[in-house]
């Protein structure tokens, strides 16, 4: 079961930062970013990882795809709630 709160936090960390994430210039600050957000889906309900990854399991851990991944979780995550 995905709980509204897990779905809010989710939503919180994952909004911060995509925000940031997209108009950062720095390629150390997106790393981190990346390795912030890669380390949290391995602690998430895998319940509410199967329902922002479509079923991708290197969904938010591939870097060359991290941008779209970001924002396609923000999207799911905020229809959620």
């Known amino acids: 079961m995905i709980t509204k709160d897990s779905i809010e936090t989710a ?3 994952m ?3 995509q925000r940031i994430y997209v108009y950062s ?3 150390w600050q997106k790393d981190d970013i990346e390795i912030a957000i890669a380390s949290y889906v391995d602690d ?4 509410l990882y199967d329902a ?3 079923g991708r ?3 938010l851990r591939d870097h060359k795809r991290f941008r779209d991944d970001i ?3 923000v ?3 905020e229809k959620l709630l």
């Open 57 to 59: 399991e290197d969904f």
């Open 25 to 27: 210039t720095l390629d």
């Open 52 to 54: 922002i990854s479509d």
């Open 11 to 13: 939503y919180s960390f």
């Open 44 to 47: 998430m309900s895998k319940e």
């Open 15 to 17: 909004h911060q930062k």
């Open 71 to 73: 924002t396609m979780a």
């Open 75 to 77: 999207e799911k995550l």
